[in-house]
């Protein structure tokens, strides 16, 4: 397969004003000028972009696609009884028929990053799918790909009557979770270097967060204030958890901090009403700022808060709003697949990655650009 007259944004800090990218086998073989274009590549078919643009597939790095949705009556977002669920996989509650993965195609989002809702402290596992296909689990490309914690007013509100009601509260049920799974994590390590010590009995809302304390499995953490993602540092400092803040909605008033800590945010959404107190400092500016500062962001829709298909609106609101359009790009491309560890296979059009492509008429941060071609594993979905 052969995708020719395109400019092409690799998104390893190269574009390329008349090029070309060749697919074999699903995955990228090689980009370049159309002056370098190989004489035998177009065996598998031939797209031509006529002068469009070509880029690595989107990629929204926090969503809810699958597990929640008004059309289809979807809901399987919150478990909201118990404050700490780090069981739940999200690749039970998934139904990959729903319409807004087509919706996501459609868009041009080849991957999204989906998971429990922020009801609960310790929500539960969430799973990174490619946007094509019928069974969740051939859709997956990590599983799990993040464990889901929380801060701020969801906790508070859902779990009033029973706490944690505090903002201190919804700490200290992390920290005292966190604890017992350490502890649990150490139970087994000694039953497995002494044959005669039985195994603990098995906990599987402990056995969850065992990679997670270990460091293996991230720690995302949402949290809107500046004070929560502070807290969010502080615990994930404490237990050496591999952070990542998601939303971030107050990032830009401690952008030198974050840069300083080296935690990754995932802004968004920032198309949405200030529906509640925390977002009251809600600005398009703040993944600007974040940037600037020197802080790996990326950008998401946080659907149905913003609905999936705007995610390359997101980004081109971001742009308009100070941040430089090729990092804006980044934000939905190769930032969002290194923040959620799967830069080595998707994000940018580098030889050997997944071939997750699309192909637009115009630059994606026009508002009238269409979306022509999309590709997930060199094969045509859209």
């Known amino acids: 397969m052969l995708i020719v007259n395109g400019v092409v944004h690799t998104m390893e800090k190269v574009v390329i004003p ?132 929380a801060l701020g007013e969801n906790p508070k509100r859902v779990h009033k009557d029973h706490g944690p009601a505090t903002r201190m509260a919804t700490a200290a049920v992390i920290r005292e979770t966190l604890t017992q799974a350490l502890n649990y994590d150490l139970k087994w390590a000694r039953a497995q270097a002494d044959d005669q010590m039985e195994d603990p009995e098995f906990d599987a809302r402990l056995d969850a967060l065992r990679p997670v304390v270990a460091g293996h499995l991230p720690a995302h953490f949402h949290a809107h204030r500046a004070d929560d993602i502070v807290t969010a540092v502080r615990i994930a400092k404490e237990f050496g958890l591999d952070l990542t803040i998601v939303h971030g909605t107050e990032g830009h008033l401690i952008a030198d901090f974050l840069a300083k800590e080296g935690v990754p945010v995932i802004t968004g959404p920032f198309l949405m009403d200030r529906g509640k107190p925390e977002l009251g400092r809600l600005t398009m500016e703040n993944t600007a700022i974040l940037a600037r500062a020197g802080v790996r962001v990326a950008i998401c829709t946080d659907h149905p808060e913003t609905p999936i298909n705007l995610l390359p609106f997101c980004a081109a609101m971001a742009a308009r709003a100070g941040m430089d359009p090729e990092a804006a790009l980044a934000a939905i491309t190769v930032n969002a697949a290194n923040i959620l560890g799967v830069g080595d296979r998707l994000g940018s059009l580098a030889p050997g990655k997944d071939a997750d492509i699309v192909v637009m008429d115009g630059h994606p941060f026009q508002w009238d650009s269409k979306v022509t071609h999309v590709l997930i594993d060199g094969q045509e979905v859209i």
């Not at 177009?42 to 969503?63: N, R, S």
């Not at 999200?90 to 990959?96: T, Y």
């Not at 929500?123 to 799918?129: E, F, I, K, R, T």
């Open 18 to 149: 008349s090029g070309f990218v060749h697919i074999q086998n699903g995955r990228i073989a090689r980009t370049g000028p159309m002056s370098d274009l190989p004489e035998d590549a177009g065996a598998g078919g031939l797209i031509d972009a006529q002068g469009g643009h070509v880029l690595p597939g989107f990629i929204d790095a926090h969503c809810h696609v699958g597990l929640y949705g008004a059309v289809t009556q979807e809901d399987d977002l919150n478990e909201s009884p118990a404050p700490c669920t780090p069981q739940l996989r999200a690749l039970d509650g998934v139904n990959p028929l729903s319409p807004y993965f087509e919706e996501a195609r459609r868009a041009g989002i080849t991957c999204v990053h989906t998971g429990p809702g922020s009801a609960n402290p310790i929500a539960g596992q969430s799973v990174l799918l490619k946007t094509v296909g019928t069974v969740v689990d051939q859709m997956a490309v990590r599983a799990p790909a993040a464990m889901k914690f």
